[in-house]
């Protein structure tokens, strides 16, 4: 079963709406990472959030993390078109998991005009 | 900087065929990764290297090899390619453990 798991799977929302997606995991874990995925292109990091932190800010993205509920949301305020991307959530679990890091199957964000 | 770049970005082989992909990155960075990734599965792991002369197994190995004999190249393997392994196939690299990595744009495989 995936360490991460995204929620909801698909997201449409209009231009200049907030835009929240979740992320749960299984194990404890050294961070958690955000990542961004246009359509046919590589993936590209966006934030990284320590597990003894709760909550990171980048731009127009806020990250939160609740290692109780072993939880992260990704919060994105005033969407944009140039938003609509794939976005997943990956953990470090630490040295036991070797060098990986292990993704979710990603939340699909369209942000209409 | 040019990141991390992948060659081809798309070939299409016949069943039993073999291939090699080629990744390479310029950021000296120590850790590289191949991963797969097929709609509705996410990314799932192949093999990964954490330094030059090293290599070990990921998530989903079976039918690939590796190698890295250069520190900024990882090449991806496949001796005898089967339908299953059509997908879409990203390199990245890290330059610490566990933390921020870089992608390359990806090489679509498409077998037959």
């Known amino acids: 079963s995936q360490q991460g798991e995204e929620d909801p799977q698909a997201l449409s929302i209009q231009e200049g709406e907030n835009a929240t997606m979740n992320c749960s995991y299984k194990t404890s874990i050294n961070n958690l990472q955000w990542y961004r995925q246009n359509s046919g292109r590589g993936l590209v990091h966006l934030i990284l959030i320590r597990s003894n932190e709760r909550e990171k800010h980048s731009g127009r993205l806020r990250v939160t993390l609740d290692t109780s509920k072993k939880s992260s949301s990704l919060l994105i305020t005033a969407s944009r078109a140039a938003d609509t991307a794939s976005y997943f959530c990956a953990t470090d679990m630490g040295e036991t998991s070797g060098s990986r890091l292990t993704f979710g199957e990603g939340t699909q964000l369209t942000v209409n005009p | 900087n040019a990141g991390v770049t992948q060659t081809p970005k798309f070939r299409v082989l016949k069943t039993g065929q073999s291939m090699t992909l080629l990744c390479a990155q310029d950021?000296?960075?120590?850790?590289m990764y191949w991963y797969r990734q097929d709609p509705g599965m996410g990314l799932r792991l192949i093999h990964y290297?954490?330094?030059?002369?090293?290599?070990a197994k990921g998530e989903v190995p079976d039918g690939y090899n590796v190698s890295r004999l250069k520190k900024q190249n990882f090449l991806l393997g496949l001796e005898s390619a089967a339908p299953s392994q059509t997908s879409v196939y990203f390199c990245?690299?890290?330059?610490?453990?566990?933390?921020?990595?870089?992608f390359g744009p990806g090489t679509r495989l498409l077998v037959l």
């Open positions: 990245a690299s890290s330059l610490i453990r566990g933390e921020t990595q870089y």
């Open positions: 290297s954490v330094g030059e002369g090293t290599t």
């Open positions: 950021m000296n960075h120590e850790y």
